[in-house]
Every structure is written in structure tokens, then in C-alpha cells.
């Protein structure tokens, strides 16, 4: 089992950034492809970012490309979303979440843990 903790959602006008962050107790961090997801109301969960179990490759969704950095740390068993130039489209809630076997980086199908959710909110 592999417990995932989100924080550093929050209140932000469009043009502001946030940084995420997302702890990760439980099995061995580092084997473990990570993302970031999120899921507006009445839409679906929606991949956002990506990024390899070396942290050496990423991968994100077109719309976020320029503004979303992902990166993480394996000492601290943390991995981070970085989101600079938010606009109000940008929000909804947040998730992290965790992949074995890192297949496909951008389904929702393929991860097998998740956080319970942060919230972000861009005002215009």
C-alpha cells in the first residue's frame, strides 16, 4: 500500500501560482511512476502531469505545457506540481497519484493509488 497526502491547494486570481505537494508513506517511493490529476465538477478526472520514477522524464497535458512543473524528490518521498500563470479554468481539485508499472503516464486507469484531493480555485 502506498499512502498519498496532497497540500498547498488554495484561494489564487488568474495570473497567481501555487505549488502542490504530495507525501507519499508506504512502499518504496522511487519505484513508482507519479502524477497529477484533476477533476473540475461535472467533468471528468483529467491527466495533468507526469513524471518518471528517476524524475528524469515528464510528461503533461498540452493546456498546462509552460506553466505546470513537475518534479519530485525520492529522499523526501514527495513529489510536486509547480503552477505558474493559473487562470480560471485551472480549477478544480487536485489529486495525486501513484503507477507500478508506468505503462500509459496519462490514464486514470493505470495508477494504482490516489490522494484524497487538494483544492484550487482561480478567480478572474
Do not use: H
Amino acid at each position: 500500500q502506498v499512502q498519498l497526502v496532497e497540500s498547498g491547494g488554495g484561494f489564487v486570481q488568474a495570473g497567481g501560482s501555487l505549488r502542490l505537494s504530495c507525501a507519499a508513506s508506504g512502499r518504496t517511493f522511487s519505484n513508482y511512476v507519479m502524477g497529477w490529476f484533476r477533476q473540475a465538477p461535472g467533468k471528468e478526472r483529467e491527466f495533468v502531469s507526469a513524471i518518471s520514477r528517476s524524475g528524469g522524464s515528464t510528461s503533461s497535458l498540452d493546456s498546462v505545457k509552460g506553466r505546470f512543473t513537475i518534479s519530485r524528490d525520492n529522499a523526501k518521498n514527495t513529489v510536486y506540481l509547480q503552477m505558474n500563470s493559473l487562470k480560471p479554468e485551472d480549477t478544480a481539485v487536485y489529486y495525486c497519484a501513484a503507477d507500478r508499472y508506468g505503462r500509459s503516464w496519462s490514464k486514470v486507469s493505470e495508477y494504482d493509488y490516489w490522494g484524497q484531493g487538494t483544492q484550487v480555485t482561480v478567480s478572474s
